[in-house]
Nanobody, 121 residues
Framework: QVQLQESGPGLVKPSQTLSLTCTVSGGSITTIHYYWSWIRQPPGKGLEWMGAIAYEGSNYYSPSLKSRTSISRDTSKNQFSLQLSSVTPDDTAVYYC?????????????WGQGTQVTVSS
């Protein structure tokens, strides 16, 4: 059973960089054909796919967030991380990490529980 757990600050000031880490257990982030993604849901809005890092290390980003987003990984810790720069209150959301199979447009089979991040001074 694969488990994902987000961690990071729950409050970030405007213009700063939001940093979150997802720790994966029960499976390796280098296992072929899996993509490790970040998804967010602002209050009252739908889910937004932000980007992913593939099993071999390739990155994929949403065009609308690409200029501010960076996803990296630490294979020794079986973790992958999100950095979102120059945040504004519009970046307030519940942030989820998740696993996708075969491609970044495929379905998600495992989700983290989500972590609330508020952008406020």
């Amino acid at each position: 059973q694969v488990q994902l757990q987000e961690s990071g600050p729950g409050l970030v000031k405007p213009s700063q960089t939001l940093s979150l880490t997802c720790t994966v257990s029960g499976g390796s982030i280098t296992t072929i054909h899996y993509y490790w993604s970040w998804i967010r849901q602002p209050p009252g809005k739908g889910l937004e796919w932000m980007g992913a890092i593939a099993y071999e290390g390739s990155n994929y980003y949403s065009p609308s967030l690409k200029s501010r987003t960076s996803i990296s990984r630490d294979t020794s810790k079986n973790q992958f991380s999100l950095q979102l720069s120059s945040v504004t209150p519009d970046d307030t959301a519940v942030y989820y990490c998740a696993r996708q199979i075969n491609s970044v447009v495929s379905g998600i089979d495992y989700w983290g529980q989500g972590t609330q991040v508020t952008v406020s001074s």
